[in-house]
């Protein structure tokens, strides 16, 4: 049975930082490109960033660009968000989602969805 559990959101400050953490079980992660993507209240879901299968690649929404760091470390099958410079606008709940396709992450579609991990940022 393959999982995705995220972790590491909580409340933080504008102008602050988050890292949030999504493990993998069940699936070959070396094999799948990850993604995370984040659904504001009362907003459709909206992808943030994706990665390569070996970390080559990276991919982000122009919104977090420059703010946002995704990695991966395929030894521990876990896939981050590093999350800088925080703003209001970026308070939601993050998934992450591992798909074997790679722009088929980038449009929001996934073989896999974890639980989310709620993040909120204050004025």
């Known amino acids: 049975q393959v999982q995705l559990g995220e972790s590491g959101g909580g409340l933080a400050q504008a102008g602050g930082s988050l890292r949030l953490s999504c493990a993998a079980s069940?699936?070959?992660?070396?094999?799948?490109?990850m993604g995370w993507f984040r659904q504001a209240p009362g907003k459709e879901r909206e992808f943030v960033a994706l990665?390569?299968?070996?970390?080559?690649?990276?991919y982000y929404t122009d919104s977090v660009k420059g703010r946002f760091t995704i990695a991966r470390d395929n030894a521990k099958n876990t896939v981050f968000l590093q999350m800088n410079s925080l703003k209001p606008e970026d308070t939601a709940v993050y998934y992450c989602?591992?798909?074997?396709?790679?722009?088929?992450?980038?449009?929001?579609?996934?073989?896999?969805w974890g639980q989310g991990t709620q993040v909120t940022v204050s004025s």
């Open positions: 989602a591992a798909e074997y396709e790679y722009d088929d992450l980038r449009y929001g579609r996934a073989d896999y």
């Open positions: 069940g699936l070959s992660f070396s094999s799948y490109h």
């Open positions: 990665i390569s299968r070996n970390g080559g690649r990276t």
